[in-house]
């Protein structure tokens, strides 16, 4: 819940820094246009490709190099009832994509920080910029989710060599009981070996004692020359 937290607040510090606009100029495919722009915190590849289908309300885009594109005629109702030259790059710069926006109205006229429809302008950027960050947010938690599920896993297989190292300990334990008894029982025959050997051993000492005393009493048969 913590990390939730902390994550929309870093979300809405985004929004909130991210959507700063400000009026300058861009050299887009070597010329110089004026207009509006503001930069995010969000790789570039994702802002191009979200950036292309925002331009795409507003008519058939054209790209060209370095992250320009071009929208002839674009049909913006909230800027003008005439078509517009819209034109627009997007860049990496200090670490941040910086997304620029041109709007030519005719006469080399641009919508600039004091023309009347800088507001509306500055509102597409901002309205863009809120909705890359909401698709980052949505990119973050599913890496998050990625991440927990491959940890989930990694869980998962511990988990299921734990149950196969149990199983393999109860074969060992059986194998080792039952070695245990067959240790027991060698060990009974061997004791009773051990008897039975000490009773063959007396009567074999009897047995010599007796063949003694009779080879005596055969030499003393013997005649002495």
């Known amino acids: 819940?913590?990390?939730?937290?902390?994550?929309?607040?870093?979300?809405a510090g985004l929004q909130s820094v991210n959507a700063q606009?400000?009026?300058?100029?861009?050299?887009?495919?070597?010329?110089?246009?004026?207009?509006?722009y503001t930069s995010v915190a969000i790789d570039d590849k994702y802002v191009k490709?979200?950036?292309?289908?925002?331009?795409?309300?507003?008519?058939?885009?054209?790209?060209?190099?370095?992250?320009?594109?071009?929208?002839?005629?674009?049909?913006m109702p909230t800027i003008s009832g005439d078509p517009v030259m819209l034109v627009s790059r997007i860049s990496s710069e200090k670490g941040r994509t910086k997304i620029f926006l041109s709007l030519g109205l005719g006469d080399e006229a641009y919508v600039g920080a004091t023309h009347?429809?800088?507001?509306?302008?500055?509102?597409?950027?901002?309205?863009?910029?809120?909705?890359?960050?909401?698709?980052?947010?949505?990119?973050v938690e599913e890496k998050n989710l990625e991440d927990v599920k491959d940890k989930q896993t990694k869980v998962i297989k511990t988990g299921d060599?734990?149950?196969?190292?149990?199983?393999?300990?109860?074969?060992?334990?059986?194998?080792?009981?039952?070695?245990?008894?067959?240790n027991k029982v060698e060990l009974e025959k061997l004791l009773t070996d051990v008897e039975q050997n000490k009773k063959d051993q007396i009567s074999a000492?009897?047995?010599?004692?007796?063949?003694?005393?009779?080879?005596?009493?055969a030499k003393a048969k013997v005649p002495k020359q």
Do not use: C, H
């Not at 606009?21 to 207009?35: I, W």
């Not at 149950?163 to 008894?181: F, H, Q, S």
């Open 205 to 217: 000492g009897e047995n010599t004692n007796v063949q003694l005393k009779k080879v005596e009493e």
């Open 21 to 36: 606009v400000f009026s300058g100029t861009q050299e887009v495919e070597k010329a110089n246009k004026e207009g509006l």
């Open 161 to 182: 060599k734990l149950v196969r190292a149990i199983e393999d300990n109860k074969r060992e334990k059986e194998k080792l009981l039952k070695k245990i008894e067959e």
């Open 116 to 139: 009347p429809k800088y507001a509306s302008a500055e509102k597409i950027l901002n309205d863009f910029v809120e909705v890359i960050n909401l698709q980052e947010g949505v990119r």
């Open 49 to 75: 490709q979200a950036w292309q289908a925002e331009l795409a309300k507003y008519g058939k885009v054209e790209s060209g190099k370095s992250g320009a594109y071009k929208v002839t005629g674009a049909n």
């Open 1 to 11: 819940m913590k990390k939730l937290l902390l994550a929309a607040m870093l979300l």
